[in-house]
């Protein structure tokens, strides 16, 4: 079956440094997510992305966050200089636009990023 | 969007049927109900999706009532592994922002 990757499964970094998290989304999908996960709390959604665009994003998805989809298979996240509280698991997802118009986004195994 | 209310956690043991009611009682008429499940430190696994009535897959049953104000996710028989948050989603499909509630954090006791 196929699924999203994700990578790295870890990303430690220094405060202020630059990150990039990488999803490769399964093949045929046209609509990409970023969501983040700190630790013990709720999933939240950042971004959305179809058509090469941005289509939503949330109040957490400020200045410092960006995506790119540089090739036909990468989704990347950037994060321009990390704070401490950008530490959490970071989850990509996509999803194609079903035969019944369902919404079922798969979910990759996300990226744990530490900033110290 | 629709806001969600779940239980905050449920406990079970092994074998039994476990029903996890949502309530979202602004939903709106184009807006889907979608459960997702999360076990520690993976990504939300999608469990099943209706709009009205009954929807039943190899995993679970959806229950909705007619004026669609809350859904009930039923998981028959469970067992150890299907300890996990379970998040119930409301917002129409195709939509391009996904809220995930607090979700349910089931126990399931040998």
């Known amino acids: 079956e196929p699924e999203v990757t994700q990578t790295p499964s870890h990303q430690v970094t220094q405060m202020g440094q630059e990150v990039i998290l990488r999803c490769v989304p399964i093949s045929n999908h046209l609509y990409f997510y970023w969501y983040r996960q700190i630790l013990g709390q709720k999933v939240e959604f950042l971004v959305s992305f179809y058509n090469n665009e941005i289509s939503e994003k949330s109040e957490i998805f400020d200045d410092q966050f960006s995506v790119e989809r540089p090739d036909g298979s990468n989704f990347t996240l950037k994060i321009r200089s990390t704070k401490l509280e950008d530490s959490a698991m970071y989850f990509c997802a996509s999803r194609n636009r079903g035969l019944n118009w369902t919404d079922t986004q798969y979910f990759g195994p996300g990226t744990r990023l530490t900033v110290l | 969007l629709a806001k969600t209310t779940q239980p905050i956690s449920m406990d079970s043991y092994e074998g039994q049927e476990v029903n996890i009611t949502c309530s979202h009682n602004n939903i709106a008429t184009n807006d889907y109900i979608t459960w997702y499940q999360q076990f520690p430190s993976q990504g939300p696994r999608f469990i099943i999706q209706g709009y009205k009535t009954k929807v039943t897959n190899e995993v679970a049953s959806l229950f909705i009532p007619a004026d669609r104000k809350s859904s009930t996710l039923s998981l028959p028989r469970v067992s150890l592994s299907d300890t996990a948050v379970y998040y119930c989603?409301?917002?129409?499909?195709?939509?391009?922002?996904?809220?995930f509630g607090a979700g349910t954090r089931l126990f399931v006791k040998a």
């Open positions: 989603l409301v917002g129409p499909t195709g939509g391009f922002k996904t809220i």
